[in-house]
Nanobody, 123 residues
Framework: QVQLVESGGGSVQAGGSLRLSCAAS????????MGWFRQAPGKEREGVAT???????LYAESVKGRFTISKDNAKNTLYLQLGSLKPEDTAMYYC?????????????????WGQGTQVTVSS
């Protein structure tokens, strides 16, 4: 069983930055494929960024060049650095994990989810 706890959300102005953290327990992050997803009110959950067990990354087109996903094996934590934020980035951000080799931006691929952290970007 994997437990995931997100933190780091908040309210920022457009152009600002935030760093989200996802602390994992039950498994080491080095043995997980992990990702960040977001869901805005009235919209479906969408993949933002994912990182595989070997550290390969994949980003949604809408965040390429602005967001960076990374993980710290020593701290057993996943991160998402958000930069050049736009109002359309406003959403609840979720961390997810899958104890396998395949990493994907598809939410259905992931078995374990955190409770989410809210990011609000004002213009």
């Amino acid at each position: 069983q994997v437990q995931l706890v997100e933190s780091g959300g908040g309210s920022v102005q457009a152009g600002g930055s935030l760093r989200l953290s996802c602390a994992a327990s039950g498994y080491t992050v080095s043995s997980l494929s992990m990702g960040w997803f977001r869901q805005a009110p009235g919209k479906e959950r969408e993949g933002v960024a994912t990182i595989g067990r070997l550290g390969r990354t994949l980003y949604a087109e809408s965040v390429k060049g602005r967001f960076t996903i990374s993980k710290d094996n020593a701290k057993n934590t996943l991160y998402l650095q958000l930069g050049s934020l736009k109002p359309e980035d406003t959403a609840m951000y979720y961390c997810a994990a899958e104890p396998g080799w395949e990493y994907s931006l598809q939410p259905a691929r992931y078995d374990y989810w955190g409770q989410g952290t809210q990011v609000t970007v004002s213009s």
